[in-house]
C-alpha cells in the first residue's frame, strides 16, 4: 500500500496498491520534491474514465515502471473530480501547450509546481506515432538532469504565459435581445438537421443549451428554437447513449448518431437531462419526454443514491464481461444469442424493436439497445415484459464499479431535478429523495462558517475546500427545492452560500468570479472560466443562483452581482453559443424579470392552494421563482402582504417592480406566465 490508502476518493484509493509510491496533492509532495531534487509527475484522472484505468493497468500496474518512476521522480496523483481547480491550472498549460487536452492528463513539474511538459495517455510500447510511457520518462528524467536550465527557462516562461492569458474581457453590462438572436442564429448554424445536437463526432448532450432553446421558445414563442429541442431530445432517448432497460444517459456517444455511447454515466449529465426532459414535457406535454425524466429520475435513486441520502458520482464503463476481463459497455450491450436466451419466443420482437443485430453496432457481434423503428405498431404490454425481463437478466451480470464519493456541486444539480420532476409528476418520493440529498449537503457539507466542502464520502466529509460551482448548484438546488415544499429555510440556506460568492470568488473592481476563493490554495494561476463544459461553468450557474435569490429577497446586491456576471454572456454568447448555454438561459430569465410568484392559501393541505402552487410551478416563464405558504408566514419575503382574496387562496405574479392583480384561479394564473 502506498500513500493513497488514507485518502477518501474512490479513483486515488483505486492506485492504493500501485507499485508507484504515489503521493497525494499536498505541500509535502513538492518538499519531497525539493529535497531530493526531483521533478514531479502529476498524474490526473477520474474513477469512470476508460483510458485512466487502461494507463493504470499498463504503466502503473507495472513493476517495472513502477521502479524507475520512485528512483527518478515524486509522483503525485489527482482526482479532478476532487480538485477541479489543480486539474483547471493544468489542463489549461496542457492545451495552450498541445492544443488538446484530456484524461489522464500527464505533466510533469519542478519542485515548485511549475509544468515544463505535458501528455495524456501514453502507451506501453511506441504506437501510432506516441513514444511509450517508459520513453518519455526517460527523457524527461534525461533534460532534468543534464538541461536543468532549459527545463528552468521553459517552465517559467509557461507560468508567465499562464498568468498573462485574460479570460475573454466582458462586457460592462448583461445580454440583451440581439445578443440572444445571434447566438439563437449561431446554434442553428451548427446544427445537425438529421440527428439532432451540434457538431459533428463525438456528440456530446448539449444539456445547457437546450435549457436556452427552451426559455428562448418561452419567452419568444420561437419556434425554431423548441423544435431544436424537441428533436435533439427524441433523438438522445431513442439512441444507443440512453439506457433503454434503466433508464439515464452515458457520458456521449462516439459517433453522430448517438448510437454507440461512451459507456460511463456520470451524476451531472442525468441530473442535468433529467431537468431538460421534465422542462420540455411542460413545454409541450410530451409523453417521451415524461418517461425519459421519470426513468432518469428512478436510475438516480435506484443506482445512484448513497445509504447517507447523498448522490454518488458515477457508474464506470467498463465491466466484467463474465469472463474476468473487465471490457468496456459490457453491462449493457446485447447478441441475438443473449435475447433468445433471455426472451425465448420474444427474442425476434426484442431485436427488431431495440435494433438488435446479427452483425452488432458495437465490437464483436454486439448492439447497444436503441429504438430505431418511427413506424410501425408493437404491443405495449409486451414491450413492457420484454423490458422488464432483459432488466432483470442484466441484473445479473456483474455491474460496473461505482464511485460513491459525493461531489456538492453535482448534488445540488441533482436536487433540483429531482425536486421539480417530482412536483410535475405528482411523486413525493422523488421530492423525499431530493431533501435527503439537500440535508446531506447542509449537514456534512456545510460547515459553521457557510463554507462548502467538495466532497464527502461514507458520510465523511474530504479535505477539499468547495470551489465556486459548488456554491452557485448547492444555491440553485436550494432553491428549487424551497420553491417545490415552501420551505423557507432552504431559501436561507441558499442565502448563506451566495453570500460567500459575493465576498470570497467575486473581483469587486469588474464584478468578475474566479472558480477558486480568495482565500484558497494559491496554485500557478488562480482558475477562472465561465464557459460551460459538462456541467455549468461556476461563473454561470452563481450567476443563475444570483439572480433567483434576488428575485425571492429583493436584494439589490445579488442583482447587480448576476447582471455583472453575465456581462461576459454577452461577449460570448454571440461568438461561441454551444459552450456558454446556462450563461444564455440564465440571461433569457433576465429578460423576462425573472417573473415572481407567490402563492398564499390556508395551509398545505389546502386542495385549492395545491393547485395554485402546482399551476406555478409548471409556468415556464423564465427562471421564474415560486413562493407557496400562509398569509401569515414568514418563510418567504415575497409573502409579505399577501392576503387571501375574498378568504380564497390567491396567487401574486410581478416582475420588474409592478405586481398584478392577484388571481384565484389556475386557468388565469397559468394566462399570467405564459
Request: a negative charge; proline letters at 6%.
Amino acid at each position: 500500500m502506498n500513500r493513497l490508502a488514507h485518502e477518501t476518493s474512490p479513483y486515488l484509493l483505486q492506485h492504493a496498491d500501485n507499485p508507484v509510491d504515489w503521493w497525494p496533492w499536498s505541500a509535502e509532495a513538492f518538499a519531497e520534491a525539493r529535497r531530493t531534487n526531483k521533478p514531479v509527475l502529476l498524474s490526473v484522472g477520474y474513477s469512470s474514465c476508460h483510458w485512466c484505468h487502461v494507463m493504470a493497468h499498463e504503466s502503473f500496474e507495472d513493476q517495472g515502471t513502477a521502479d524507475y518512476l520512485n528512483e527518478h521522480f515524486v509522483s503525485v496523483k489527482v482526482d479532478r473530480e476532487e480538485r477541479p481547480d489543480v486539474d483547471a491550472v493544468y489542463m489549461e498549460a496542457v492545451q495552450a501547450a498541445t492544443g488538446h487536452g484530456g484524461w489522464p492528463m500527464t505533466v510533469f513539474l519542478t519542485p515548485d509546481a511549475e509544468p515544463f511538459y505535458f501528455g495524456t495517455y501514453y502507451p506501453p510500447a511506441p504506437r501510432h506515432g506516441m513514444p511509450s510511457f517508459r520513453q518519455v520518462l526517460e527523457g524527461v528524467q534525461q533534460a532534468w538532469t543534464t538541461r536543468r536550465e532549459e527545463v528552468g527557462e521553459v517552465a517559467g516562461k509557461i507560468v508567465r504565459d499562464l498568468a498573462q492569458r485574460e479570460i475573454v474581457r466582458q462586457a460592462a453590462e448583461a445580454p440583451g435581445e440581439q445578443e440572444l438572436a445571434q447566438a439563437l442564429l449561431g446554434l442553428t448554424r451548427e446544427y445537425d438537421p438529421q440527428r439532432g445536437g451540434f457538431g459533428g463526432a463525438p456528440k456530446f448532450p448539449p444539456s445547457m443549451v437546450l435549457e436556452f432553446l427552451l426559455r428562448h421558445h418561452a419567452r419568444t414563442g420561437a419556434e425554431g428554437a423548441l423544435q431544436m429541442a424537441v428533436d435533439t431530445c427524441e433523438r438522445m432517448a431513442r439512441g444507443g447513449i440512453y439506457d433503454q432497460l434503466g433508464g439515464g444517459f452515458a457520458r456521449y456517444s462516439v459517433d453522430r448518431d448517438w448510437t454507440v455511447p461512451h459507456f460511463e454515466k456520470m451524476l451531472y449529465d442525468n441530473a442535468l437531462l433529467c431537468r431538460v426532459y421534465a422542462h420540455l414535457w411542460r413545454a409541450t406535454g410530451s409523453d417521451l419526454a415524461r418517461r425519459v425524466a421519470l426513468e432518469t429520475a428512478d436510475f438516480l435513486v435506484r443506482e445512484l443514491r448513497t445509504p447517507e441520502g447523498g448522490f454518488a458520482s458515477a457508474l464506470d464503463a467498463d465491466s466484467d464481461d463474465g469472463t474476468g476481463r473487465h471490457v468496456e459497455g459490457a453491462y449493457y450491450v446485447w447478441t441475438p444469442a443473449q435475447l433468445r436466451e433471455v426472451l425465448g419466443d420474444d427474442a425476434g420482437l426484442a431485436a427488431q424493436y431495440f435494433g438488435v443485430t446479427e452483425e452488432g453496432t458495437f465490437e464483436h457481434g454486439q448492439s447497444v439497445l436503441r429504438l430505431p423503428q418511427t413506424e410501425g405498431v408493437f404491443d405495449a404490454e409486451k414491450i413492457a415484459s420484454v423490458r422488464r425481463r432483459l432488466f432483470d437478466a442484466r441484473a445479473r451480470r456483474p455491474a460496473p464499479g461505482r464511485d460513491d464519493k459525493v461531489v456538492a456541486a453535482w448534488n445540488g444539480l441533482a436536487v433540483a431535478a429531482l425536486a421539480e420532476t417530482g412536483a410535475y409528476f405528482g411523486r413525493p418520493d422523488l421530492v423525499e429523495a431530493a431533501l435527503g440529498a439537500a440535508d446531506l449537503l447542509v449537514r456534512v457539507h456545510l460547515d459553521e462558517h457557510a463554507r462548502l466542502a467538495r466532497t464527502s464520502k461514507d458520510g465523511r466529509v474530504g479535505p477539499n475546500a468547495g470551489v465556486l460551482e459548488d456554491y452557485g448548484d448547492v444555491a440553485e438546488g436550494f432553491l428549487a427545492l424551497a420553491s417545490v415544499t415552501g420551505e423557507g429555510v432552504w431559501l436561507d440556506f441558499a442565502g448563506l452560500l451566495l453570500d460567500q460568492v459575493l465576498v470570497r470568488f467575486t473581483d469587486p473592481a469588474t464584478g468578475a468570479l474566479f472558480d477558486t476563493a480568495s482565500d484558497a490554495e494559491r496554485l500557478i494561476r488562480r482558475p477562472q472560466d465561465p464557459t460551460d463544459n459538462a456541467a455549468p461553468s461556476g461563473w454561470t450557474a452563481a450567476a443563475g443562483a444570483l439572480l433567483g435569490y434576488a428575485a425571492h429577497t429583493g436584494s439589490e446586491a445579488h442583482r447587480v452581482a448576476a447582471e455583472r456576471a453575465l456581462g461576459v454572456v454577452k461577449t460570448l454568447g454571440p461568438r461561441v453559443p454551444r459552450f456558454i448555454g446556462w450563461g444564455l438561459a440564465v440571461a433569457e430569465a433576465l429578460l423576462d424579470g425573472p417573473r415572481e410568484v407567490a402563492v398564499v392559501g390556508p395551509g398545505p393541505d389546502d386542495e385549492r392552494t395545491a393547485a395554485l402552487h402546482r399551476t406555478a410551478l409548471l409556468g415556464a416563464a423564465p427562471g421564474a421563482v415560486v413562493a407557496c405558504g400562509t398569509p401569515d408566514g414568514d418563510e418567504f419575503p415575497l409573502l409579505a402582504g399577501r392576503t387571501l382574496i375574498d378568504g380564497a387562496p390567491a396567487a401574486y405574479v410581478c416582475r420588474g417592480f409592478v405586481c398584478d392583480l392577484p388571481v384565484t384561479d389556475p386557468e388565469a394564473l397559468r394566462a399570467k406566465l405564459a
